[in-house]
């Protein structure tokens, strides 16, 4: 079955840098789309970025050129390289996988597998 956990999260000071990193097994990691999302306390989870089967990557408005989504098709392992770390980039960050193309991919309703997150706390 598809497993994927993430890891790297912890507390940095604003202007900060920090590195998340999901493992994924149970699936041919290559043939996803692949994406990470965070939930701030009290707030639904949002989308923030994501890479497709071809390795294009898309970024919300309120982490583009502060955030970089890349993954390693040999271990298999997505990462999320977040740089000019603000207070309000505190969230749970979570990974996340899916098979099938098209569809809302900023919606977590597209997303079929999930980790179970690691938390950022920017202060």
């Known amino acids: 079955h598809v497993q994927l956990v993430e890891s790297g999260g912890g507390l940095v000071q604003p202007g900060g840098s920090l590195s998340c990193s999901c493992a994924?097994?149970?699936?041919?990691?290559?043939?996803?789309?692949m994406g990470w999302f965070r939930q701030a306390p009290g707030k639904g989870r949002e989308w923030v970025a994501y890479?497709?089967?071809?390795?294009?990557?898309y970024y919300a408005d309120s982490v583009k050129g502060r955030f970089t989504i890349f993954q390693d098709n040999t271990k298999p392992m997505l990462y999320l390289r977040m740089n000019t770390l603000k207070p309000e980039d505190t969230a749970m960050y979570y990974c996340?996988?899916?098979?099938?193309?098209?569809?809302?991919?900023?919606?977590?309703?597209?997303?079929?597998?999930w980790g179970q997150g690691t938390q950022v706390t920017v202060s």
């Open positions: 996340a996988a899916e098979l099938v193309s098209g569809g809302n991919w900023r919606s977590i309703d597209h997303w079929s597998y």
């Open positions: 994924a097994s149970g699936l041919t990691f290559n043939s996803y789309f």
């Open positions: 890479i497709n089967r071809g390795g294009g990557t």
